[in-house]
Structures are given as C-alpha cells and as structure tokens.
C-alpha cells in the first residue's frame, strides 16, 4: 500500500519533506528593503540623539547634585544602548541583504520584535529614574 507521491514507506515521504524544506529556496528580498534599513536605522539613531542631548542639557544647565547627574547617567546610558541595539539590527540586516542567497534570510531579520521592549524599558527606567531620585533626596535630607 502506497503512502503518498509513490512512495511505500512513510519514513521516505518524511525524509524527501525535509529535503524539500531545507532545499527550499529563500526568501526573496525586496530592493525597497534596503531602504527600509536605512531609514530604521535612522528613526533609532535620531531617537539616541535625542536621549544623549537630554542627557548633555541635564549635565550642563542644571546644579551639579546627585539628582541630575543620576538622571543624566541613566538617560545616557539608555541613548548609547538604543543606539548599539540599532546598529546591530542594521548590520544584521544589511548582512542578509549582501549575501545574495548565500545565506537563508528569514523574516524574522527584518522583523523587530525587541525593538518595542527596549523602547518601553528604556523611557520606563528614565522617567523611573527621573521622578524617583528626587523623591529619594528629600527624604533622606528630611
């Protein structure tokens, strides 16, 4: 009795599946995506710009105490993770782009699943920071 395709045993018909699977071609890429890199790249890095001058205003125009240094470090430090995060994705991207087909390229490359997580703890923690240690100094200073 025959399986499927021809084929008599059920452990051939599963074997030429995964064949197939493995053999399939990849995912084809759109020239538009180069683009789109490019311009999500530039939407994080704008967004660490934006973090690292918040960060320079609290460092230069406030008194230098430990409320605004504190919140000047944490909102620098979140700049620079928002922006090694963005250019990892771009090079990982850019990378599955360059191969040609030489390598799988999946759609999870091009999806950015932790981009939203990083975002929310990151502006979390900063607004944490920020309401947090003034409250903390006065009162301690109570």
């Given at each position: 009795?025959?399986?499927?395709?021809?084929?008599?045993?059920?452990k051939?018909?599963?074997?030429?599946?995964?064949?197939?699977?493995?053999?399939?071609?990849?995912?084809?890429?759109?020239?538009?995506?180069?683009?789109t890199?490019?311009?999500?790249?530039?939407?994080?890095a704008?967004?660490?710009?934006?973090?690292?001058?918040?960060?320079?205003?609290?460092?230069?125009?406030?008194?230098?105490?430990?409320?605004?240094?504190?919140?000047?470090a944490?909102?620098?430090v979140?700049?620079?993770?928002?922006l090694?995060?963005?250019?990892?994705?771009?090079q990982?991207r850019?990378?599955?782009l360059n191969?040609?087909?030489?390598?799988?390229?999946?759609?999870?490359?091009?999806?950015?699943?932790a981009?939203?997580l990083?975002?929310?703890?990151?502006?979390?923690?900063?607004?944490?920071?920020?309401?947090?240690?003034?409250?903390?100094?006065?009162s301690?200073?109570?």
């Open positions: 009795q025959e399986v499927a395709f021809g084929f008599g045993c059920p051939v018909l599963a074997v030429v599946l995964i064949l197939l699977c493995i053999v399939m071609p990849s995912l084809k890429v759109d020239p538009k995506a180069w683009f890199t490019e311009r999500t790249f530039l939407h994080w704008r967004l660490a710009t934006l973090f690292a001058v918040a960060c320079a205003v609290l460092l230069t125009t406030t008194t230098p105490d430990l409320v605004s240094d504190s919140c000047a944490v909102v620098g979140t700049a620079g993770i928002i090694v995060f963005a250019y990892r994705k771009h990982c850019v990378e599955a191969t040609g087909g030489a390598i799988r390229v999946r759609p999870e490359d091009f999806a950015d699943s981009g939203a990083l975002l929310a703890i990151s502006l979390t923690l900063v607004v944490g920071v920020t309401v947090a240690v003034p409250i903390l100094v006065r301690i200073s109570a």
